[in-house]
C-alpha cells in the first residue's frame, strides 16, 4: 500500500505587516514558526507554505521540524528550511514584498484614521463596520475589539483571513460562532474551519457542520490532532464511523 504522504504545513498571517515582521526575525534567517492545530514530529522533513495576506498565495519550501511545544496555550512548531541559502532568502524578500495590494491595503491605517474612529458613537461603530474599508476596519478592530466582531461580519468586503481571525477568538459569542458557521463560503475554507475548531466556543450541532464540510482526506486526521478538544475528536470520529 502506498504511503499518505503528510499534508504541508502553512503558516498565515493576519496582515502584511506581521509577515514583513515574521521575515524580518524568522524567516530571512532560514527558520518559521508554525501555530495551531498541526501534527508534527521533531526532525521529519515537510512542506512548508508560507501564504501571503493580501491575495492568499503560498510559497511552497521544504522544512525540518526542529521543535515541537506550546507558547502560550496555542500549539507551536519550530521549523529550518531544508537547503536554505543566499537564492532562497531573495526568494523568500520578493515573496514578502512582490504581492502589491491597492494603496488603501499597503499600508496599516495612518495615525489620523485612529485619532478620527476612536470619537466614534456606537451608531457610528457599527455602521462603519458594516460598510468600511479595510483600513477602517483593521483600525476599528484594534479600538473597539469584540464591540465590532458582529457588524464586521454582517460586512460583504469581510475577507477570508478577516473571517479566520475573529473564528479564532476564544471570546467570540456563541452566536457570533453560529453565525461563522452558517456562513457557507466561509466554511468551505480550510482556514476558517481550523480557526472554528480550535475555538472552544464551537459546540453541539456546530461542531459536525464545521467537520461535514471537510474533504475526508482531512477530517480524517482530526482525530489525531491533540490540538482540538476532545469533543472536536469524538465527533470526527463519529463522522467517519458513520
Known sequence: MASTEPSAIRIEFESRAALEKDFEQNLRNGGAMARGAIEAVEGEVRKVEI???DDGRALTLVGRV???GEQGGARVVGLAFVDFGPDMRKELAG???EHKAPPAEDKSPPESM???LRGLSTAEQMKMAR???VTERMALERIYGKGVWEPLLRNPRLT???VARIAHMGSLPVPLVDLIVSNG???ANSTVRRALLGNPRLGGD?????????PQGELRLIPKQTAYSMQVREAARRLLRA
Open 51 to 53: 501564504v501571503h495576506p
Open 66 to 68: 526542529v521543535w515541537v
Open 95 to 97: 515573496f514578502v514584498g
Open 114 to 116: 485612529y485619532d478620527r
Open 131 to 133: 460598510d468600511g474599508e
Open 160 to 162: 477570508l483571513p478577516e
Open 185 to 187: 463560503a466561509w466554511l
Open 206 to 214: 456546530a461542531v459536525t457542520k464545521v467537520l461535514r464540510a471537510m
